[in-house]
């Protein structure tokens, strides 16, 4: 039976752990475990020992037991003790078995590409540091002391009256606080959501877009959901192909990837449609904020709060590093979501939560969104400028919003060109690796994102871009 003893560092300011055999040990056994611990250097030379009063009430031995044992270890060299300076490991000139330790060097940085111009990331470089950093002083500072102790599983009550409050101004949505529950992102809701094989909030087969993110199919495919595809085409996804799903995924605001909001008639069938079959529509509210041709197109949950859970976030809005996103949940579905969640699962920072609700409140989210608004159309114009220039032959898509525009190729050009672009050091993605592997593909194309490049790089990005696609 063995026996660990941490002291209390009171005195030594250091904490000291010793093995000893049976409870309360004994003096050889004391002198070993010393001896132990500075021949394997966990002891250091000059290392202050707490006084042996102090280590014998901790251990519950007597007083002259640790005594002695000291005695011992000084006499054997091990430990020196000088009048005023305590009892401290001797300084020797080769202490054995201790491993000298030397700084740790940062492992070297992974070398970036030349030129970013990848989807779904927003302008780091303008993140807004003196706002947040305001707000977050603000909420620290008013914050309850409740705050700091276990949470709610659904989010700050400040955070989700914030984002009713905001998402009915700005997104159409018809909800309440007890509705909303706080994730850390899109992703984050789908595993809440489908969770693994039969224990999730909802079933499959599952409609989805024929083009979309392949991590989130991978997420699917991972709780054991089916995904069906939808088929595409200027007017967003076919509807009217949707069959006996148990439910469906959109991106009605901007399909993602190739652009374009749904069709007024569509986002009034599927919820006819919901509605029939008893299910549910999960709306991805992707790139819901950014629109510059258009007037704003309200949320689907709008149409029918039973009938449509909203999924949004601030990772293009703000930051992906936050990790904060939101269900708007019908209410037959808020009790599950939450026993999904669980009282310990991993939330979002609650610190971050009353900061995100005081950044809206306080209207710095609005200042901020407008004023990307402006900076991305503006990164927008100039790649249809560049190409009009340079590659007038190719056809620029999806662009009235979004981080992201759908550059159309000539048929078999796709491979090649993002071989190209690799060579040049250029950041992006083909439209081939969004195709559902069910789906007809659409034709070639390229994803350029022109939002994640630093303001004073994109113009050699645009430039490259126009490189490397192939002549008309």
Not at 31 to 44: D, F, I, M, Y
Not at 456 to 464: K, M, R
């Amino acid at each position: 039976m063995t026996e660990s003893w941490v002291n209390s560092a009171e005195r030594i300011g250091a904490d000291l752990h010793l093995e000893l055999p049976g409870p309360g040990g004994r003096r050889a056994a004391l002198t070993r475990a010393l001896r132990e611990a500075v021949r394997s250097g966990r002891l250091a030379p000059g290392t202050r020992l707490p006084p042996y009063r102090s280590l014998a009430a901790d251990l519950g031995m007597a007083r002259n037991t640790v005594a002695d044992a000291y005695a011992e270890l000084v006499a054997e060299g091990w430990l020196t003790a000088r009048q005023g300076s305590g009892t401290r490991v001797a300084d020797r000139a080769e202490p054995l078995r201790h491993t000298v330790r030397t700084p740790m060097k940062a492992p070297p940085r992974a070398r970036g590409p030349r030129h970013e111009l990848r989807q779904g990331t927003p302008d780091a470089s303008a993140f807004p540091r003196p706002a947040w950093s305001a707000c977050y002083r603000r909420a620290l500072q008013a914050a309850p002391a409740e705050a700091f102790g276990p949470g709610d599983p659904a989010g700050r009550r400040e955070l989700r009256e914030a984002l009713t409050e905001y998402l009915a101004r700005a997104r159409g949505v018809r909800t309440e606080p007890d509705r909303i529950v706080v994730c850390s992102g899109f992703a984050h809701a789908l595993r809440l959501l489908f969770g693994q094989g039969s224990g999730g909030v909802l079933r499959g087969p599952l409609g989805v877009e024929a083009y979309g993110l392949d991590f989130h199919r991978g997420l699917l495919t991972t709780a054991g959901v089916r995904s069906v595809p939808l088929p595409l085409d200027e007017d967003g996804a076919r509807v009217d192909a949707l069959g006996r799903e148990r439910a469906v995924l959109l991106t009605p605001a901007h399909q993602f990837p190739t652009g374009g909001p749904l069709h007024p008639e569509r986002r009034a069938a599927v919820i006819d449609w919901a509605r029939a079959r008893g299910t549910v529509v999960l709306e991805d509210d992707y790139d819901g904020e950014f629109r510059y041709d258009r007037k704003p197109v309200g949320a689907l949950q709008g149409l029918d709060p039973e009938r449509v859970i909203h999924l949004g976030s601030v990772s293009k809005s703000l930051s992906p590093a936050l990790r904060l996103g939101w269900m708007l949940l019908p209410e037959r579905y808020v009790g599950p979501v939450l026993a999904a969640k669980g009282e310990r699962e991993g939330w979002a920072s609650v610190l971050d939560q009353l900061a995100l609700a005081e950044f809206i409140l306080s209207g710095s989210y609005d200042r901020h969104v407008r004023r990307m608004r402006q900076r991305y159309r503006h990164r927008r114009d100039r790649l249809v400028a560049a190409l009009a220039e340079h590659a007038p032959h190719v056809q620029v898509t999806g662009i009235a919003a979004g981080l992201h525009a759908v550059l159309r190729l000539p048929p078999g050009t796709e491979r090649s060109t993002e071989k190209a672009a690799a060579w040049q050091g250029i950041a992006l993605d083909g439209l081939a690796a969004f195709r559902h592997p069910e789906a007809a593909a659409v034709g070639d194309g390229l994803v350029v994102g022109y939002a994640a490049a630093a303001e004073h790089a994109y113009p050699a990005a645009l430039e490259a871009l126009c490189g490397v696609l192939p002549p008309g």
